[in-house]
């Protein structure tokens, strides 16, 4: 195990709440869906003999992606039982036990030793945590020497005076610190000691999202989150108020804050 580095910050309650929903529903959401782990597997050079560590693998669809198809090792880490209960259940659908290990664990305090992995990727993680700094530290931490760290953060894309949509992004999908630019989020992989880093900044496209989604996901992974939904907004009080918070906010969702609202893959090399 690494060095102990003393305990993370506390992860804010509508970050949590967020995470706790998602694991409730039996998904996991970013930006970019399956293009831009597309795009995470080129820029880390990811193949069969590397040896990948997924941070905030949620319900384990990258996990298995990579293993399926590029027959590389992997390991998935969360912060949420739930989130790894859900993954190992797609393992072993899957039969992909022999090439996809998963743990509970923190971004922000890795259970691994120095120099372990030939590339560490997070999709839709760091924006939520106080203490950035620290998970992408971590990251690269473990990463080999020679190895890649990429990660795919939602990303501010220009200035915007829109307040109420700014507030409205923090308070439910429990993003720290405010929504970061592109250059923001290179400077902290530089100052993590990444070296030739790529930045590549997308809008978002619902269209090509959805269908990106449906090409990850089998249909029973994608009904089962819906027949889900009308029992957690009658039957739990804490999924209603997420919701209700939600759906409330949409109205500062439009043409134009979708502009500046899109989201980033970042990847540099140890």
């Known amino acids: 195990m690494g060095e102990d580095r003393g305990t993370p ?5 509508s970050g949590l709440a967020y995470f706790s929903f998602l694991a409730d529903m039996g998904v996991t959401k970013h930006h970019g869906a399956l293009d831009a782990t597309r795009e995470l597997v080129e820029l880390c050079h990811i193949a069969e003999d590397r040896y990948v560590l997924d941070v905030g693998c949620g319900v384990g669809a990258t ?16 912060i949420t039982p739930k989130m790894i209960e859900r993954s190992q259940a797609r393992v072993d659908r899957e039969g992909l036990s ?9 971004a922000r305090a890795l259970p691994f030793e120095e120099d372990t992995f030939d590339a560490v990727i997070c999709e839709s993680v760091v924006a939520f945590l106080e203490d950035k700094q620290r ?17 795919t953060e939602a990303t501010l894309l220009k200035p915007t ?15 720290s610190g405010g929504l970061l630019s592109a250059e923001e989020w290179v400077g902290f992989l530089r100052d993590a000691g990444l070296e030739d880093i790529v930045a590549r900044a997308h809008h978002i496209d619902v269209r ?3 269908k990106a989604r449906l090409e990850r996901y089998p249909i029973r992974d994608i009904l089962g989150p819906l027949f889900r939904l009308p029992g957690m907004f009658f039957g739990n009080a804490s999924s209603k108020a ?8 949409v109205k500062h969702l439009n043409k134009e804050t979708l502009e500046h609202y899109g989201y980033g893959v970042y990847v540099g090399k140890k």
């Not at 910050?9 to 309650?13: G, R, Y």
């Not at 590389?72 to 969360?78: L, T």
């Not at 473990?142 to 760290?149: L, M, T």
């Open 98 to 106: 022999g090439l996809v290990e998963l743990r509970v664990a923190d």
């Open 208 to 210: 090509q999202e959805a």
């Open 9 to 13: 910050e506390p992860i804010s309650e």
């Open 63 to 78: 996990p298995v992606y990579l293993a399926r198809e590029h027959g590389c090792r992997v390991v998935g880490v969360d």
């Open 161 to 175: 005076s829109n307040t109420r949509f700014l507030a409205y992004m923090a308070r439910v999908a429990g993003i």
């Open 135 to 151: 998970a992408l530290d971590e990251s690269v931490r473990v990463a080999k020497p020679g190895g890649y760290v990429g990660i």
């Open 242 to 249: 997420f919701l209700k918070q939600t759906f409330g906010g």
